[in-house]
């Protein structure tokens, strides 16, 4: 299997975002870090990597996440994975309810921010909704 190694503009390009945004995405742990390339030598990325920084700037998106909360969802799910990992190891009954313990809290917060935004969300719909309902009394009014 050949692994193709892309560099940064063309990763950028692909993604539609800028290089620089990749670069900082890197330093927030979001993305593979550059530290296992040589000091000077090109940023080169696979295809889990652009599959990983769609994923990242979907879920910004989407979600109107702060990079801070990006980061949060992005650690738990990291977690997630990696206790996934570990009940395909085919451990004991102790060991897996030890590992959906650990799941449990990493998901309520993956929860509780898609919830935040569901609210902040619902809030400013709720706020239009009373401006076009003002806009429509007007409206009714002015056509007496």
Same mark, same amino acid.
């Given at each position: 299997?050949?692994? @193709?190694?892309?560099?940064?503009?063309?990763?950028?390009?692909?993604?539609?975002?800028?290089?620089?945004?990749?670069?900082?995405?890197?330093?927030?742990?979001?993305?593979?870090?550059? @530290?296992?390339?040589?000091?000077?030598?090109?940023?080169?990325y696979a295809e889990t990597d652009v599959a990983r920084l769609q994923e990242l700037i979907r879920l910004r998106d989407l979600l109107g996440l702060t990079l801070e909360e990006l980061v949060e969802l992005a650690e738990?799910?990291?977690?997630?994975?990696?206790l996934r990992d570990r009940w395909e190891e085919?451990?004991?009954?102790?060991?897996?309810?030890?590992?959906?313990?650990?799941a449990i809290p990493h998901v309520e917060r993956q929860l509780a921010l898609v919830r935040n935004r569901q609210a902040t969300l619902g809030e400013f719909a709720a706020e239009l909704e009373e401006k076009l309902s003002r806009l429509r009394r007007r409206r009714r009014g002015l056509l007496r």
């Open positions: 299997m050949s692994v @193709t190694a892309l560099r940064i503009g063309e990763v950028a390009q692909r993604v539609g975002v800028t290089p620089r945004t990749i670069r900082y995405y890197e330093e927030l742990g979001l993305l593979g870090s550059g @530290t296992e390339r040589e000091k000077g030598s090109h940023r080169t738990a799910e990291e977690a997630r994975a990696a085919d451990p004991s009954d102790e060991e897996r309810l030890r590992i959906v313990e650990a």
